[in-house]
């Protein structure tokens, strides 16, 4: 085999895989799936949550009290975490031990599920 063959053999293999990855990429990405029973039973969760922690000063329908209405939003469950974390205006921060990231997830998706 001569060098001009040999340095055919590595283009022709990158050749192939580079069209092979194209025709991957090219595929139509899946629609998105309606709510799953997952996302249901997250915002029941966020409800218990909600009402445990949120509702004495943002009301039980989550449309204010003696603070603000958080409904409706479609605050997505890192920026409502960063707020619950930190405080924003008169309300606290608040301690992991009062509501667990994974439960202010679900107040998100309870809130999310108010607002539609």
Not at 4 to 25: D, E, F, G, Y
Not at 37 to 60: I, M, Y
């Amino acid at each position: 085999m001569n060098r001009a063959s040999r340095a055919a053999v590595p283009l022709t293999v990158w050749a192939i895989a580079l069209s092979t990855l194209s025709a991957c990429a090219a595929r139509t990405p899946p629609a998105p799936s309606a709510p799953t029973v997952a996302a249901a039973a997250s915002a029941d969760e966020g409800r218990t949550a909600f009402l445990n922690v949120c509702a004495g000063c943002h009301g039980e329908d989550a449309l204010g009290g003696m603070a603000p209405p958080l409904v409706p939003t479609q605050q997505r469950a890192e920026a409502l975490l960063e707020i619950v974390r930190t405080g924003r205006g008169v309300m606290p921060p608040l301690d992991p031990g009062l509501i667990a990231d994974d439960e202010v997830a679900q107040v998100a998706a309870f809130l999310r599920s108010l607002s539609q």
